[in-house]
């Protein structure tokens, strides 16, 4: 299964838009298509973005996108702590979940800030993960019982 670790600018754009790439990106994780990972603090920062005024998003809206969170992805406590990222250092947390968890992705609509790789994890914009994903989802068998 295909790891992935998804940046909050990916989880905020599919929250304000149903019909982009970042929501496609945060439906195959949902619906665990994708193996999701997510680390304390990565749940911290989505709800206190998420919980931002001016993007006027509802409660109910919020609550019910993290609940799908928590529901569909692993939580991991990364044990090392990085500093590669300087311009945002909180971006490091998501460099420290997918080192933990071995992701495959981080997928993130600003890869200004992050490396083109870590680890072996390779740092991609929504448009590139589904173009890069969509022929491996096509070799998935359909349960059709």
């Known amino acids: 299964m295909i790891r992935v670790v998804i940046d909050t600018n990916v989880v905020v754009s599919a929250a304000l838009n149903d019909d982009g790439l970042p929501a496609a990106v945060l439906s195959l994780a949902i619906d665990k298509n994708l193996l999701m990972f997510v680390s304390g603090p990565i749940l911290a920062e989505y709800e206190r973005v998420l919980n931002r005024s001016y993007l006027k998003l509802s409660a109910m809206r919020i609550k019910a996108l993290l609940a799908d969170i928590h529901r569909s992805s692993t939580l991991i406590q ?3 702590v990085v500093s590669v990222i300087k311009e945002d250092e909180s971006d490091n947390r998501f460099l420290e979940c997918a080192q933990a968890g071995s992701a495959d992705f981080l997928v993130t609509g600003n ?6 790789a870590f680890d072996k994890t390779a740092v991609v914009t929504p448009k590139q993960f589904i173009e890069t994903i969509l022929p491996l989802l096509a070799e998935i068998p359909v349960d059709k019982s």
Do not use: C, L, M, V
């Open 78 to 80: 990364p044990t090392r």
């Open 111 to 116: 890869t200004k800030h992050f490396p083109k």
